[in-house]
T-cell receptor
Framework: DTAVSQTPKYLVTQMGNDKSIKCEQN?????MYWYKQDSKKFLKIMFS???????INETVPNRFSPKSPDKAHLNLHINSLELGDSAVYFC????????????FGPGTRLLVL | QKEVEQNSGPLSVPEGAIASLNCTYS??????FFWYRQYSGKSPELIMS????GDKEDGRFTAQLNKASQYVSLLIRDSQPSDSATYLC???????????FGAGTRLFVKA
């Protein structure tokens, strides 16, 4: 009974391709996030959605476009993939508010060749 | 630019010892602080959260917060080899919704 799930878990693709990662949470949370973790393990927030509305949009190339069709889903589409996009992408969710424990998905390991 | 700083380590301690992990943060208005553990190849999972100055204990783990010094720490008593992981300090910035993570401290517990 997975709380936060992501698909696919692994993604190997060529430069210039377009790919999507999907995320679903069954915790009933209002807030969802996308994080990028690079090879040095630094976890950096990319986007945050609250009740399907974009709340945080960090300095991320506009090749990255999140979409939240409903509160339980947050997808990430990446256009024109570059070598530097290779990383682990984590989806997370939280109730929001001041005591904001985040629950992470298993991650999607993206390798751009 | 709000920051969270941690010593990247690695920190190596013998089994049974106390491991001490430290973190400083720059956002003076932050009220919520977290320690996450991340095993290699896995996703981060919450170990402790702390919101008030002082100590908070949960089993072998104790989180300490000093808002005046902008300092958070995590103590792991009776360290076990299974505690070997990267520990991420996280701070929820003023205004909510945005959590900043430190780069993590790698901990090795030697049997």
């Amino acid at each position: 009974d997975t709380a936060v799930s992501q698909t696919p878990k692994y993604l190997v693709t060529q430069m210039g391709n377009d790919k999507s990662i999907k995320c679903e949470q069954n915790l009933g949370h209002d807030t969802m996030y996308w994080y990028k973790q690079d090879s040095k393990k630094f976890l950096k927030i990319m986007f945050s959605y609250n009740n399907k509305e974009l709340i945080i949009n960090e300095t991320v190339p506009n090749r990255f476009s999140p979409k939240s069709p409903d509160k339980a889903h947050l997808n990430l589409h990446i256009n024109s993939l570059e070598l530097g996009d290779s990383a682990v992408y984590f989806c997370a969710s939280s109730e929001g508010g001041a005591q904001e424990t985040q629950y992470f998905g298993p991650g999607t390991r993206l390798l751009v060749l | 630019q709000k920051e969270v700083e941690q010593n990247s380590g690695p920190l190596s301690v013998p089994e049974g010892a106390i491991a001490s992990l430290n973190c400083t943060y720059s956002d003076r208005g932050s009220q919520s602080f977290f320690w996450y553990r991340q095993y290699s190849g896995k996703s981060p999972e919450l170990i402790m959260s702390i919101y008030s100055n002082g100590d908070k204990e949960d089993g072998r783990f104790t989180a300490q917060l000093n808002k005046a010094s902008q300092y958070v720490s995590l103590l792991i008593r009776d360290s076990q080899p299974s505690d070997s992981a990267t520990y991420l300090c996280a701070v929820l910035l003023t205004g909510g919704f945005k959590t900043i993570f430190g780069a993590g401290t790698r901990l090795f517990v030697k049997a």
